[in-house]
């Protein structure tokens, strides 16, 4: 199981990222994906399509996690604009979800990801936002 912070951006993502690899280091796991990279899974604005969809900082201590906010059901609001990003074996990771999900509410349910693993999103009933994720396939 590995726990870390997901950070979201309000369309500067890459700049954002890159400064905090050029003062921690680290590497970008799996490189930088956009929205465009994703292909037809996101309904996005032209304007939208190279904004990032996902960057994985990681160092030999820690990771982060970021994208850019694309609005919707959680508006960007600075302050609030993390969520705690579980990835978990497949296994637990339903349970896992519906517990968390518990009195809270699913932005996006917990199912296949384009990228070869489950991913799904909520807030909990304590209104932290959490990512689940299985391992990529």
Same mark, same amino acid.
């Given at each position: 199981?590995?726990?870390? =912070? ?34 037809? &899974? ?11 969809? &996902? ?19 959680? =508006? ?43 991913? %799904? ?5 304590? %209104? ?6 299985? =391992? &990529?396939?």
């Amino acid at each position: 199981m590995e726990l870390n =912070p997901y950070l979201a951006f309000n369309a500067n993502c890459r700049e954002a990222m890159n400064f905090y690899k050029d003062i921690i280091g680290g590497v970008f796991e799996g490189g930088i994906k956009t929205f465009a990279d994703g292909g037809d &899974h996101f309904q996005c604005k032209p304007s939208d399509k190279d904004k990032i969809m &996902h960057v994985h900082l990681k160092t030999d201590t820690f990771s982060i996690m970021a994208s850019d906010n694309m609005g919707g059901e959680v =508006p960007f609001i600075g302050g609030n604009n993390f969520s705690m990003s579980l990835t978990i074996d497949e296994d637990q990771a339903e349970n896992i979800f519906n517990d968390l999900a518990a009195n809270g509410n699913t932005i996006m349910p917990f199912s296949q990801a384009f990228w070869g693993g489950k991913f %799904g999103m909520l807030i909990d009933q304590f %209104g932290i936002q959490w990512m689940v994720n299985t =391992p &990529h396939k």
